[in-house]
């Protein structure tokens, strides 16, 4: 039961973040045209590197673990396959980067590589999912599209264990399981709750929630047998395919927009109440269960909360009043309050994350048992959370103002 | 007229011959490749009695082939005649630079085969049935 590891990576929101098969660096999208791969010295996280290459904002990023290679998808129509090569001249291993064509006319929005890491997916503005593998006869990336029956921008995906069913959550309010079977790449599933014999292109299922909105976040549970989206008309709906069953909690909280399974009965979604907020159930049905974020705790003098290093630095640039300057700089406030700590709270959350959660992944643990999980923000911070510290949701809530 | 790809004699002889086959039934399928390396064509396989989806399942699905198919033609009359046809098989999903030279090369290719029938399919095994070989041999 550990308190949250939190960083403050930088000021600007984060888009998207992914860790490597080790956790010792992450790859960053600090909403620019740039990837940052920030090193893990000490308790610290630092640049280590940017890699240029797109030339709009980078939507998404992807780290395959196992072959250590980044992809990233970008608001300019096109994907970059990241490698890790010695550069000719110095020895030394530097990124290259390697163009995918993607062939569609509008921005991607989220990547995420399958499971045996030899294919990848691109959800995209442009009503299709690409799903891209490597052909080697040519030596290029070749891309093929998933495009009936999606009506609008694909917002999220999530790859099934089997490496070829792919969950998509789109804008026009359908959550769909799609086969994104390639022939050359993949020798045939056996048959999984989702179906058989299954073609490229064949949708398996296709889910809403009641009252409709975008489906934001979807994600198999670590078996495949369950899906569960997030919408948002701030629901949660969990599928079991083989019923058809569908479980949705209505919340009474702002919509979430990622969610990420911690084992095979509980998960774990984030979104604009800037909290984590763990579900847990089963084929017999689910429920909330409560937040990572513990936000009754004693806000500490100085709001030292807020970075995550206390006691790295020592001398001059620790001293409270420092620290006040310091904290109305990154607030934007043009003078400091002068009571110190209880005044600062006027603008400052009682969460940990001070803005939107918009990435949420699995950090550690096995895929069926996750011990941690790592959030990042449109607030800049990089925040690790227990999975097992939860606390109930009582009625002083960070964000919300419940009546 | 300038050549980007070299067809070597052999080719040439295989085509001949694959030309003045005598057919009794069914249809049968010679494919060619462009090697964008060697800038040469060269043949790569040839089916005797295959079905059009069968061929299409054969086909690469992200590289430009050339296919001369003597395709047996069943007439409303009772006929039966082997057209011969050339199939310009280019999904879009193919190597841009390959799929460059492939179109380059064609109307040569189609000039040495000799053949007047020229159907394209562009999307893959979609787009290669019985049924669109049929409707386009009707128009040809």
């Known amino acids: 039961m550990s308190a949250p590891e939190i960083h403050s990576l930088s000021a600007t929101p984060i888009t998207s973040h992914s860790f490597n098969g080790d956790r010792s660096q992450v790859a960053v999208s600090l909403n620019s045209n740039d990837v940052t791969i920030y090193s893990r010295q000490g308790k610290d996280w630092n640049v280590t590197e940017t890699l240029s290459e797109h030339d709009k904002l980078i939507t998404s990023i992807d780290w395959a673990p196992n072959s250590n290679r980044i992809v990233t998808a970008s608001q300019d129509r096109n994907a970059y396959v990241w490698q890790e090569t010695p550069d000719p001249q110095t020895g030394k291993l530097v990124w290259k980067p390697t163009l995918v064509l993607l062939r569609i006319n509008r921005a991607a929005t989220f990547v995420r590589w399958s499971p045996n890491e030899d294919k990848f997916a691109v959800a995209t503005g442009a009503r299709a999912i690409a799903v891209c593998s490597y052909d080697s006869e040519n030596n290029w990336w070749v891309s093929r599209h998933l495009k009936k029956p999606i009506r609008s921008t694909v917002l999220s995906l999530d790859w099934h264990p089997n490496n070829v069913l792919l969950a998509a959550g789109s804008a026009d309010m359908k959550a769909r399981v799609f086969s994104a079977y390639i022939k050359d790449v993949d020798s045939r599933p056996p048959p999984s709750v989702w179906g058989e014999r299954l073609p490229f292109n064949t949708v398996c299922g296709e889910y809403g929630s009641p009252s409709g909105g975008w489906v934001h976040a979807v994600g198999f549970s670590p078996s495949g047998d369950v899906l569960a989206f997030a919408s948002h008309d701030s629901t949660i709906s969990i599928v079991y395919p083989s019923g058809p069953v569908i479980y949705t909690i209505k919340l009474n909280s702002l919509p979430y927009v990622t969610l990420s399974w911690t084992s095979e009965d509980s998960l774990i979604a984030a979104g604009h109440d800037c909290q984590p907020i763990v579900f847990s159930g089963s084929a017999g049905g689910w429920h909330l269960v409560g937040t990572l974020d513990d936000t009754s705790a004693a806000k500490q003098s100085g709001g030292t909360r807020g970075f995550g290093v206390a006691g790295s630095q020592v001398g001059r640039l620790n001293s409270a009043a420092f620290h006040t300057f310091r904290q109305a700089d990154s607030r934007g406030t043009s003078s400091p309050t002068s009571a110190a700590g209880s005044g600062s709270t006027d603008t400052e959350l009682l969460t940990v994350h001070q803005n939107t959660i918009t990435s949420i992944r699995p950090f550690s643990g096995t895929a069926d048992r996750v011990a941690q999980v790592s959030t990042t923000g449109v607030d800049g911070r990089l925040v690790i959370w227990d999975v097992n510290n939860v606390t109930e949701l009582t009625g002083k809530m960070g964000a919300l103002r419940l009546h | ?140």
Do not use: C
């Open chain 2, 1 to 140: 007229m300038s050549h980007t790809v070299d067809i070597p004699q052999a080719l040439k002889d295989s085509l001949r011959n694959f030309r003045f086959a005598r057919r009794n039934a069914g249809h049968a399928a010679m494919v060619v490749r462009v090697n964008k390396q060697k800038l040469v064509m060269e043949e790569v396989d040839t089916f005797d009695d295959i079905s059009p989806e069968d061929l299409a399942d054969e086909l690469p699905e992200n590289s430009p082939r050339y296919v001369l198919l003597s395709y047996e033609l069943a007439h409303p009359d009772g006929r039966k005649s082997f057209p011969l046809v050339l199939i310009n098989w280019a999904p879009t999903s193919s190597e841009i630079g390959l799929l460059t030279l492939h179109a380059s090369a064609f109307l040569d290719f189609q000039n040495t085969a000799d053949v007047s029938k020229v159907i394209e399919v562009r999307d893959g095994a979609e787009g290669l049935t019985k049924q669109v070989i049929d409707s386009k041999l009707k128009v040809l």
